[in-house]
């Protein structure tokens, strides 16, 4: 038996650091798919229609990225706001790196899915190695923290390259991407609640595949109607997604996770 007695607040300081890490709830999947779709729109919006460049975009995208993990890392417990505004941060910074992959080094987009695939299997990786364990509810030191955000940041990227993928040369087009990044989900959903597979693996797949169904819904809002779009166009449509999680995080109001 350990009689080892834990130093004064070791207990309250790790609740602090897993607090920082919202539970994952229906809540946080919706806020998460309304997050990508806006990162996809709201990258292309600077990236194409200011025609900026992806080059410039990702300079543009990246600085407040990384001022957003730091505070969020250096944070003494969870924080909605600045969570899900890093989570915007990436989102929109990995949408203006997939299309740099995609269309700017010219190797299309299977190359690209292909590249970024293999980024997050190594981030994945190298997180299982070094820490032990990839689960977010193990999420309690700094170390562990860069991993999460890198690993997020690589998910978000792959998951833009695999919506364009699908939408363009699967044919499937904006609607057609949706709805089988909407079923891919579902399957997951139904596997959580009906298997004992590994929820990690599952929090991950489902993290990875709401990405690609917030770039297709993405373009789906803002591209002309001869495209397949409603043609809200790229600020309009921003400005409505903002909005829209603005409204999200009133109503569904994000609470801290906890270790399992």
């Not at 373009?219 to 309009?236: E, H, I, S, V």
Request: net charge neutral.
């Amino acid at each position: 038996m350990n009689d080892t007695v834990a130093p004064p607040g070791f207990a309250a300081a790790r609740m602090e650091a897993l607090s920082k890490v919202p539970a994952v709830t229906l809540g946080f999947w919706l806020i998460k798919i309304l997050a990508t779709t806006l990162g996809e729109t709201g990258a292309d919006l600077f990236t194409q229609q200011y025609d900026m460049g992806y080059a410039a975009g990702i300079a543009l995208f990246c600085v407040p990225l990384l001022i957003l993990v730091a505070a969020q890392i250096r944070a003494k417990g969870f924080h909605p706001l600045l969570y899900w505004a890093t989570i915007l941060a990436s989102t929109t910074a990995g949408t203006a790196l997939a299309d740099f992959f995609d269309r700017s080094l010219g190797i299309g987009y299977a190359g690209g899915s292909a590249v970024l695939l293999v980024c997050v299997g190594a981030s994945l990786l190298a997180w299982r190695l070094v820490m032990g364990t990839v689960s977010v509810a193990s999420v309690s030191s700094a170390r562990a923290e860069v991993f999460y955000w890198v690993t997020i940041t690589f998910s978000q990227t792959l998951g833009t390259a695999l919506g364009d993928w699908s939408a363009d040369d699967g044919g499937l087009g904006y609607l057609g991407g949706a709805a089988v990044f909407g079923g891919a989900l579902l399957v997951l959903a139904l596997l959580y609640r009906l298997t004992s597979l590994s929820r990690t693996v599952l929090f991950w797949a489902a993290f990875i595949l709401t990405r690609p169904l917030g770039a297709t819904v993405g373009d789906f809002l803002d591209k002309p109607l001869a495209q397949g779009g409603l043609n809200l166009g790229r600020d309009m449509a921003t400005l409505v997604l903002l909005a829209a999680i603005a409204l999200a995080l009133w109503l569904l109001p994000q609470k801290p996770g906890k270790a399992h």
